[in-house]
């Protein structure tokens, strides 16, 4: 059905799709796999961001513990101390976001394990990282040079990070032996 300027409705949810299979090709499958052995390495695991970025990482940790991990959001009331056994996991498209990056100093002065996903392995935060995927897209502050999106802000960055996260619990999934099925006995029951 077109809409009032007579394009169909549609259309830019096709963009989007396009956009995304382009950007997650460009993601390093090696960085990946490095960040999932770091998980399953992990005591624990902490995720972190800010903004719509804080937002899929809280997604992810979701189906970390319906995976049966010890997963906790950052700046969660009921988030303990982090460790030196523990792994802190940062989405930052920027990697500069101050908040985020003092996170990671202290996670890493804690000696634990820091791990970014990000368009900017250069960054503070990447420089402080153990490992690094780094993830197609812009920021708002980078505006030459970025990868063309018909969208708006770091939207691209975030929907990639949402796939690849994803992908990771699949691949977590493989690794365990475990089934969808199987998960649903940790998944929220106070709804």
Do not use: C, W
């Not at 409705?9 to 770091?38: P, T």
């Not at 990482?57 to 970390?64: D, E, I, K, N, S």
């Not at 996991?89 to 000696?111: D, F, N, P, R």
């Amino acid at each position: 059905m077109p809409n009032q300027m007579g394009k169909p409705i549609f259309r830019q949810a096709v963009l989007i799709v396009k956009e995304l299979s382009e950007a997650v090709q460009k993601v390093e499958a090696v960085q990946v796999e490095a960040l999932i052995e770091r998980i399953l390495h992990a005591d624990a695991i902490f995720v972190a961001g800010g903004g719509r970025s804080g937002l899929v990482m809280r997604t992810f940790a979701m189906r970390l513990m319906q995976m049966g991990y010890n997963v906790h959001v950052v700046g969660d009331t009921v988030t303990p101390a982090i460790g030196s056994g523990d792994l802190l996991v940062i989405g930052s498209g920027s990697g500069e976001t101050q908040s985020l990056v003092a996170m990671a100093q202290k996670a890493k002065h804690i000696g634990s394990d820091v791990a970014a996903l990000t368009i900017q392995p250069e960054s503070r935060i990447g420089q402080l990282s153990d490992t690094i995927v780094q993830l197609p897209g812009s920021t708002k502050e980078q505006h030459q040079d970025a990868l063309v999106t018909v969208q708006p802000m770091a939207s691209l960055f975030e929907q990639t990070m949402l796939i690849v996260l994803d992908s990771i619990i699949l691949r977590l999934m493989e690794v365990s032996e475990l089934q969808s099925d199987q998960m649903f006995s940790l998944h929220a029951n106070l709804e």
